[in-house]
């Protein structure tokens, strides 16, 4: 697959003419974030980041999605941080949809670009700086580590969309595939960020109702999308956010692709907490 595109916000205000109705929608089950809401009175500036500016899609929520939070970062020239996580039992996934940053770890530096992917172990004591002449944006998906007796925390990983090619779904023709970052089958991680790909006509043929909450950013294309008992059209720059067990199908109705970055939580036995 080529020519991928990655949808960026870069903020601004709707003009003093602009209606008011739009396709925002907050439910007991899912919520739909377009992109027209994210503009400069929404962001949020971060403690030790400088020159940097973050659109908050998603963060805990009691009785709703309760596992991660999920930013879009938006680092200018010169900017970044030293001290970026806060909290050290937290991991996090960092995927570039445009400019350029240098993340160093352990005292190497890996310069991502746009389908660049970074897995963050927790404790790890990464920092981030945009060296470039512009501004780059990316997603930064944080959670915390479950760690469980007699497995270690996974290691850093540093890849790019570019150099995995996707895997088919079964039986699908080729309509509906799945780029990982990591082994699904490597317990160590707790989380998945992926990238789902729909060509012009594909689907998700029936209503998944699981265990797993997810945030999905659509990336490029268009596509309606099956939301507990909702059709909702969503587009290139929107983000949903859907609790456990809210049923979701999709379809991609074209002319393009339909391409998101999907989080969601696996891999760890419920929690008892009334035992």
């Known amino acids: 697959m080529t020519d991928r595109s990655y949808y960026a916000p870069t903020g601004g205000l709707p003009p003093q003419t602009a209606i008011h109705t739009g396709r925002a929608v907050f439910t007991d089950a899912y919520a739909v974030i377009p992109k027209g809401v994210m ?16 659109w908050i899609l998603a963060r805990p929520l009691s009785g709703f999605a309760e596992t991660f939070s999920q930013y879009i970062m938006e680092v200018l020239p010169g900017g970044g941080s030293d ?14 949809v445009e400019g350029e940053v240098t993340v160093t770890l352990d005292g190497e530096r890996h310069v991502l670009t746009p389908g660049g992917y970074a897995y963050l172990p927790p404790a790890s004591g990464w920092t981030l700086k945009n060296e470039s002449g512009a501004a780059t944006r990316f997603h930064w998906v944080r959670k915390a580590y ?3 007796e007699g497995l270690d925390a996974p290691d850093a990983l540093f890849l790019n969309e570019n150099d995995i090619a996707p895997t088919p779904m079964p039986d699908t023709n080729d309509a509906w595939a799945t780029t990982r970052f990591v082994d699904p089958a490597d317990l160590r991680h707790d989380m998945h960020v992926t ?9 998700i043929p029936f209503e998944e109702t699981h265990v797993m909450e997810h945030g999905l950013y659509v990336l490029e294309g268009k596509a309606v999308y099956k939301l507990n008992k909702d059709w909702v059209e969503v587009e290139a720059g929107d983000f949903m956010w859907l609790r456990a067990f809210c049923p979701q199908a999709c379809y991609a109705g074209g002319p393009g692709r339909f391409r998101y970055l999907l989080y969601k939580d696996v891999n760890r036995h419920a929690k008892l907490a009334f035992r």
């Open 39 to 54: 503009s400069d009175i929404v962001t949020s500036f971060l403690p030790f980041w400088e020159k940097t500016r973050a």
């Open 83 to 96: 001290q970026p996580e806060p909290e050290a039992d937290a991991e996090g996934v960092l995927f570039v």
């Open 146 to 148: 479950e760690f469980v």
């Open 195 to 203: 990238i789902v790909t729909f060509e012009p006509g594909g689907l």
